[in-house]
């Protein structure tokens, strides 16, 4: 990979890679380190791309996954990384901003639900992109949106529009009212 | 409560907005925390084996250091005494050999010459008088 290539793959995907490791980890310095060790990671070890597997862009937010996964082992030595003990609790939809609500629920889910919501909804990647990045079955991906879809739906409930009061609560300009 | 539908939980969804990266992001192959806070706040990774393997030697090297201390610098070493104690007159011919006696190096000092080829009483002090204590009621 030459120097030019790097530079543009940098200005193509960092805001991407930003924004998943951003999301992951709802830390800015977090998120720059991060940027910073999958962009050395390519200019070190370019080899390790190989086109004919997927795009340079699911391939960088793999490593980013993989970096992300490191951090919160080192941070969380004795949690489990699955998700089979989780239980949704319902935001309280009394406290303020929604996006900030919304970023909660989704930061609060287990490190494999939480990846593949991310990658899924935010960063539009396909199930196979994904399953290449986490280093999963298309199966077991699925079945992980899946869930935690539907750990979303239990911890949003509370703001959708059926549960808000009409002319106490609006979400139609993104805060609560 | 009723649960979100499809298209409810994803419109909530995208409510939540990252920021992009600061533009004063830029790569550099040189770490990027400064010596001085890293030797502060960094964090060094030991496999197990080389941890414990480190423990013992520094344990072992401190036994050692203790023990070297407190037999103290001037203690007759059983080496020396040894070669003291066997005078050419007493010892038969064949067994006075030219082999020099193992000289203990890391003690050696100014003060102590060499052993010589013959026993010099000059420095000797007896030992003192043995005195045995008896314990106990004899019957």
């Known amino acids: 990979m030459t120097e030019a290539e790097f530079q543009k793959a940098f200005e193509q995907y960092k805001n991407s890679v930003y924004r998943f490791a951003w999301r992951m980890t709802g830390s800015s310095s977090a998120a720059e380190d991060t940027v910073q060790d999958v962009f050395l990671t390519l200019l070190r070890l370019p080899q390790r791309f190989d086109p004919m597997r997927g795009s340079l862009r699911s391939f960088l937010l793999g490593i980013a996954r993989n970096l ?12 489990e990384l699955g998700d ?94 | 409560m009723e649960p979100l539908n499809d298209n409810e939980l ?10 992009d990266a600061p533009q004063s992001l830029r790569i550099s192959s040189v770490p990027r925390v400064s010596l001085w806070r890293w030797l502060w706040t960094g964090r060094i990774h030991v496999p197990v084996p080389v941890g414990v393997a480190a423990f013992v030697f520094i344990a072992a090297f401190w036994v050692i250091s203790v023990k070297t201390k407190s037999a103290g610098p001037g203690a007759p070493s059983p080496v020396g005494n040894a070669v003291h104690s066997v005078t050419p007159s007493e010892a038969p011919p064949q067994q006075v050999t030219p082999k020099p006696a193992p000289v203990n190096r890391e003690r050696a000092s100014p003060e102590t010459p060499p052993h010589p080829e013959s026993a010099a009483l000059a420095g000797f002090r007896p030992v003192s008088p043995f005195e045995p204590k008896v314990v106990g009621v004899v019957k």
């Open chain 1, 68 to 79: 992300v996964l490191k951090r919160w082992r080192d941070e969380h030595h004795w949690e």
């Open chain 2, 10 to 19: 994803n419109q909530l969804l995208r409510r939540w907005e990252a920021p």
């Open chain 1, 84 to 177: 089979e003990l989780f239980v949704p609790q319902p935001v309280d939809a009394a406290t303020g901003d929604l996006a900030r609500l919304v970023g909660e629920a989704v930061q609060s889910l287990p490190p494999l639900q939480r990846e593949v919501v991310i990658l899924a909804e935010y960063e539009e990647l396909s199930l196979e992109e994904i399953a290449r990045a986490v280093e999963s079955e298309v199966g077991t991906v699925k079945s992980r949106l899946h869930r935690a879809r539907e750990n979303l739906r239990r911890m949003l409930a509370p703001l959708g529009p059926a549960n808000t009061p009409k002319g106490l609560r609006s979400i139609s300009n993104g805060t609560i009212k």
